[in-house]
Each structure stands twice: as structure tokens, then as C-alpha cells.
């Protein structure tokens, strides 16, 4: 397997750690987390900051995943696109960790490299 598919699923890995940990002060309120969930309050401080970060990698990852895939299954992989997927990986996690965190600045940072390392991806398809 490409070290693209296996960043792939490394970030992929990275989403489910992101929404398990953003789901623990619901699922740890019995009363929210057997109920309908209809009025459950939107999370504070540090879990409404991973739920945001997890948000937002869900938001990115569709991204990430298809021009990962496209580059595998044409042919286009090559050390580009894994180093590409490399930084993506990378990026996430430090955006997840800065984020949690509270680190406005790196946030958007580690946010513009993990970009950048679709766009690294994807370069290779052209």
C-alpha cells in the first residue's frame, strides 16, 4: 500500500479519535446520552474546541480523500503525492492539537499547511 493510502487512513483514524473525544461529555451525561438529544448544550472550552477541530477535519478530509484515491487509481502517486500526504497528516494533527490547545495563530497555520498538502496531492494529477 502507498504511503498516500496509508495517510489516508491515518487521518482517517485521526477523524473517529476527534469525534469519540468530542462525544465523551454526552456520552459520559446519562441522561444526554440515552435521551433524544434534542437540547444538548452546545460543548465549552476544551471539547467545544475539539468538536470544532473535528468539524473541520471532516470538512477537509472528503478533500483529501479523493485526490488521494484519483492519484492512486490513475497511476499518479509518486513521492509528490506522499509527501504531500505526508504534510496533510502532519498538519491535522498539530491543527487538532493547537486547536485544542486554544492557539488562534497556529491553528490557522497548521489549517494553511494541511491545504497545502492537498494541493501537493493534487499537483499530481495535472
Not at 498538519?91 to 491553528?107: F, N
Amino acid at each position: 500500500m502507498t504511503v498516500d493510502l496509508w495517510m489516508l487512513i491515518a487521518s482517517t483514524a485521526l477523524c473517529w479519535v476527534l469525534i469519540m473525544t468530542a462525544a465523551l461529555p454526552v456520552a459520559t451525561d446519562v441522561k444526554l446520552g440515552l435521551g433524544n438529544r434534542d437540547d444538548i448544550p452546545e460543548p465549552e472550552g476544551m471539547f467545544g474546541r475539539i468538536s470544532r477541530a473535528s468539524n473541520n477535519l471532516k470538512e477537509n478530509l472528503p478533500m483529501f480523500a479523493v485526490v488521494v484515491l484519483v492519484a492512486h487509481v490513475s497511476g499518479s502517486a509518486d513521492a509528490t503525492s506522499a509527501l504531500g500526504a505526508q504534510i496533510f497528516f502532519g498538519a491535522r494533527v498539530a491543527h487538532a492539537l493547537i486547536y485544542t490547545a486554544g492557539i488562534p495563530g497556529l491553528r490557522t497555520l497548521s489549517y494553511a499547511v494541511s491545504l497545502g498538502g492537498i494541493a501537493m496531492v493534487a499537483s499530481t494529477l495535472l
